[in-house]
């Protein structure tokens, strides 16, 4: 049997559900930007974001009166840290639902694969809707064969449940029919 690591990834930033206040656009994006103003030794942080329609930046709250627990503690906000930010709109967006992309290996002529996923931020995509997109199936052709052809092998799930990072499936791959429809 051969094991696959599929990464679940985010596809893009989430959005800062709110109006422009320049044009009323209903969202804004997140930028790698943040502001920072020292008040003697207490800090205000905010990541900035921008109307996709006019431009318009927009500060949004993040850290109020943070003193830097030690030097460089705050260098992040300082430098602009991409990936900073973008860990920042992660978690301000949570909850929200989250385009994806899967970085995996092609699949082999394996019968039976075992795929296991690593998602470091939940994108909130059922299992019936990542496999079929990965593998070319209807949804409802996954759900008639789910626990045949598509085995939970780390908790039991049904076909309908949110992917979790850490989750194992057993692809049946001789079960599922239909001819070959692997890529
Ligand atoms: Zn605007």
């Keep these: 049997?051969?094991?696959?690591?599929?990464?679940?990834?985010?596809?893009?930033?989430?959005?800062?559900?709110?109006?422009?206040?320049?044009c009323a656009s209903p969202a804004l994006e997140p930028t790698d930007r943040f502001r920072i103003n020292a008040n003697g030794p207490a800090h205000d942080v905010w990541l900035i974001y921008e109307c996709p329609h006019c431009g318009a930046p927009h500060k949004r709250s993040l850290r109020?009166?943070?003193?830097?627990?030690?030097?460089?503690?705050?260098?992040?906000?300082?430098?602009?840290?991409?990936?900073?930010?973008?860990?920042?709109?992660?978690?301000?967006?949570?909850?929200?639902?989250?385009?994806?992309?899967?970085?995996?290996?092609?699949?082999?002529?394996?019968?039976?694969?075992?795929?296991?996923?690593?998602?470091?931020?939940?994108?909130?995509?059922?299992?019936?809707?990542?496999?079929?997109?990965?593998?070319?199936?209807?949804?409802?052709?996954i759900g008639r064969r789910w626990k045949v052809a598509f085995v939970p092998l780390t908790r039991p799930f049904e076909a309908r449940a949110v992917v979790r990072d850490g989750d194992g499936i057993l692809l049946a791959l001789d079960e599922s029919g239909g001819g070959p429809m692997l890529p």
């Design 64 to 141: 109020r009166r943070v003193r830097e627990a030690w030097p460089g503690e705050l260098d992040p906000y300082r430098g602009n840290d991409s990936a900073a930010a973008a860990l920042w709109a992660l978690h301000l967006g949570r909850g929200q639902p989250l385009a994806h992309r899967v970085v995996r290996d092609a699949l082999c002529e394996s019968e039976r694969v075992a795929v296991h996923v690593s998602q470091p931020h939940p994108c909130r995509v059922r299992w019936d809707r990542l496999l079929s997109a990965e593998l070319g199936l209807s949804r409802s052709a």
């Design 1 to 22: 049997m051969v094991s696959l690591v599929w990464q679940v990834l985010p596809a893009s930033l989430p959005s800062w559900i709110r109006a422009c206040s320049r």
